[in-house]
C-alpha cells in the first residue's frame, strides 16, 4: 500500500472517530437546498463520480424537494456555496455530511440515523489524489487517480465486501479515452481476474450492443452446427441443451439428450419430479462439459461481457436457440424425435420454462412438456 494511500485511510479513519461533530456542524451550516436526479453525485469531490457510477446518465433538477418515496438526491448548500449534506434514497434514508478543509473533504454517512461509514478525499495541486472510506465494521476501500494535465485518465480501486463470515477483496484500474476534441467517450474497468466492463461508453462511439450480440448469435449458430456434425448418435435424440451459467452465459457447453434417457427419467417417477434429471446436462452419459469454442466467440464474448450484465448474452443464446429450432438442416442424418427441441438451460435449473418460451417459436410446447410431466419441480400436488 503507497505512502499516499495510507495517508489517506488515516484521515479517513480520524473523520470516523469525529462523525458526529461532522454532522453537526454539517446540518448547521445548510441555507439553502436543490434537488436533482439520483444518482447525479455532485456532492462526491472525485472527478468523474457519476459516470464511473452510473455511465451517461442524465441529471433533472427539480423545482423543489419531489414527494416520498423518492428518485432524487437532495444538496443542502452552505453560505459559500459548497455542498455539505446529500440526502438520498426513496426515504431519503441515506444522509452524507461534508466537511470541506484546506487539503481535502471529509465526508460520513449516516443510514436511518445510524453510522456506516467515513471517508476522506485528500486534494493535491488543485485535484482529487486519492480518496479512502472505512466503514464502521472496519472494511476498507480507496481509490489513486492519475491525470494527463486536467484531465483525469485513470483509476486504481481497492474495496473489501463482506460475504457472511468472509471478506472479499476487489481490485480493478479504470482507464478513460478522448476523443480529439477532448471529449470523455469511454470508461473502462479491468478487474483482477482479468475481466473488462465498459462502465461508460459516450453516444456514438464504439460498437452497438445490439449488433454484437447479432454477431454472437451468429456465430453460436455455426458452433453449433459443426458440433452437431461431428457427432452420431445411435439413438434418437430429443433434445440439444445448451448449459450456460447466468452470470456469464458464453460461451454454452452442449450436450444431446436421447429418448430413451427421457424414457427412463420419466419411468424413474422421482418424487421430486423429472425436471433435474431431463434438463441437467451433468445427468447425460458422456458429457464432459466442453463448452463450444473458437476465437471468433471468445472475442465477441469479450466485446459483449464489457457492456452487457449477462442479459444480452442469454438473449442472443436464446435466439440461436430458435434460429436452429426453425430450420432444423443442421441436424443432418441424426435421428430425432418428432418434438425434437434446441433450448438453453442454466446452470441452477432456475429458468428452464423462461429459456424453453423464448427458444421455440411454437407456443405449444411448453404446455405440452408440462402436460407430459417434464416440467415437473417436487412432488405432485
Known amino acids: 500500500m503507497s505512502d499516499l494511500i495510507e495517508v489517506t485511510l488515516a484521515r479517513a479513519r480520524a473523520v470516523l472517530d469525529q462523525a458526529e461533530e461532522v454532522r453537526a456542524a454539517a446540518d448547521a451550516s445548510v441555507v439553502r437546498w436543490e434537488w436533482v436526479t439520483e444518482g447525479a453525485y455532485e456532492h462526491r469531490p472525485e472527478p468523474l463520480a457519476r459516470e464511473r457510477s452510473y455511465g451517461p446518465k442524465r441529471v433533472r433538477r427539480f423545482a423543489e424537494r419531489p414527494p416520498l418515496p423518492a428518485q432524487a438526491e437532495g444538496y443542502g448548500f452552505d453560505e459559500g456555496g459548497d455542498i455539505v449534506r446529500c440526502r438520498a434514497g426513496e426515504q431519503l434514508e441515506s444522509d452524507e455530511l461534508l466537511r470541506h478543509e484546506p487539503d481535502g473533504v471529509a465526508s460520513v454517512v449516516f443510514y436511518e440515523g445510524k453510522l456506516t461509514r467515513a471517508g476522506f478525499a485528500l486534494v493535491a495541486d488543485g485535484r482529487v489524489a486519492c480518496t479512502a472510506r472505512v466503514a464502521q465494521d472496519g472494511l476498507i476501500e480507496h481509490e489513486t487517480f492519475t491525470y494527463d494535465d486536467a484531465r483525469l485518465i485513470g483509476v486504481d480501486a481497492y474495496m473489501e465486501l463482506r460475504n457472511v463470515d468472509e471478506v472479499l477483496a476487489v481490485e480493478y484500474a479504470s482507464s478513460c479515452a478522448y476523443d480529439v476534441d477532448g471529449r470523455l467517450v469511454e470508461i473502462v474497468n479491468t478487474y483482477d481476474t482479468g475481466r473488462k466492463r465498459v462502465v461508460y461508453r459516450a453516444s456514438g462511439y464504439g460498437r452497438p450492443k445490439a449488433r454484437v450480440a447479432a454477431d454472437v448469435e451468429d456465430e453460436l449458430v455455426r458452433l453449433v452446427s459443426r458440433w452437431a456434425a461431428e457427432r452420431t448418435s445411435a439413438e434418437p435424440v430429443c433434445s440439444l441443451l445448451l448449459q450456460y451459467d447466468i452470470e456469464d452465459p458464453l460461451p454454452p457447453a ?7 434417457h427421457r424414457e427412463r427419467v420419466l419411468a424413474a417417477d422421482d418424487p421430486e419430479g423429472p425436471l433435474y434429471g431431463l434438463w441437467n446436462v451433468a445427468e447425460l452419459d458422456g458429457f464432459d462439459g466442453s463448452p463450444l469454442a473458437s476465437e471468433a466467440l471468445e472475442a465477441l464474448a469479450t466485446e459483449l461481457r464489457a457492456v452487457d450484465d449477462g442479459a444480452a448474452a442469454r438473449k442472443a443464446l436464446q435466439r440461436a436457440c430458435r434460429r436452429l429450432n426453425e430450420d432444423r438442416s443442421w441436424l443432418g442424418d441424426t435421428a430425432r424425435t418428432g418434438d425434437f427441441v434446441v433450448t ?25 412438456l408440462r402436460k407430459a410431466d417434464a416440467l415437473r419441480r417436487g412432488p405432485r400436488n
Open 254 to 260: 452442449p450436450a444431446f439428450v436421447t429418448e430413451a
Open 344 to 368: 438453453c438451460v442454466d446452470l441452477e435449473l432456475e429458468n428452464v420454462e423462461v429459456d424453453l418460451k423464448a427458444s421455440v417459436a411454437d407456443g405449444t410446447l411448453v404446455r405440452r
